[in-house]
């Protein structure tokens, strides 16, 4: 790792990013053993974590092409897509409680207006 950034914390747990290689990647450190686990899912060049609740991540995972919101559960295989299904240009989680996530979405690449977004877990 070359550069990295946290954004979230929870008990022993920090959420952020981390430059492993040429890509960006949504990482979760361990403050007491000192392990990281990346949890970038297969498909998508890059993604951070920006918010931290209830033993799940927030934030947003990236292709050359668009942003998708995102919500882990400590593992990459635990990635769920909150992208809307409208398909919007870009999304992302900020802050996070028990059963929602908060962030925003934007609708278009040529539309720089950004409309706050709530999910539930799902998109």
């Known amino acids: 790792m070359h ?7 929870e008990g022993t747990l920090v959420g ?4 492993i290689g040429p890509q960006g990647s949504a990482v979760v ?9 990346s949890l970038t ?5 890059s993604a951070g974590i920006l918010a931290m609740f209830g033993g ?9 092409l668009t942003s998708h919101a995102a919500l882990w559960s400590g593992t990459v295989e635990s990635f769920v897509d909150l992208h ?5 240009y870009i999304s992302e989680v900020q802050g996070m409680s028990d059963s929602e ?14 409309r706050a977004a709530l999910w539930r877990g799902t998109a």
């Open 41 to 45: 899912p297969a498909g998508f060049e």
């Open 56 to 64: 799940r991540q927030g934030g947003g995972a990236s292709t050359s």
């Open 16 to 19: 952020g990013g981390a430059y």
């Open 101 to 114: 996530q908060a962030g925003y979405f934007r609708p278009l690449l040529t539309d720089p207006a950004h």
């Open 3 to 9: 550069m990295s950034r946290a954004f979230g914390t």
């Open 84 to 88: 809307p299904a409208s398909n919007p």
């Open 29 to 37: 450190w361990n403050v007491t053993t000192g392990s990281w686990s």
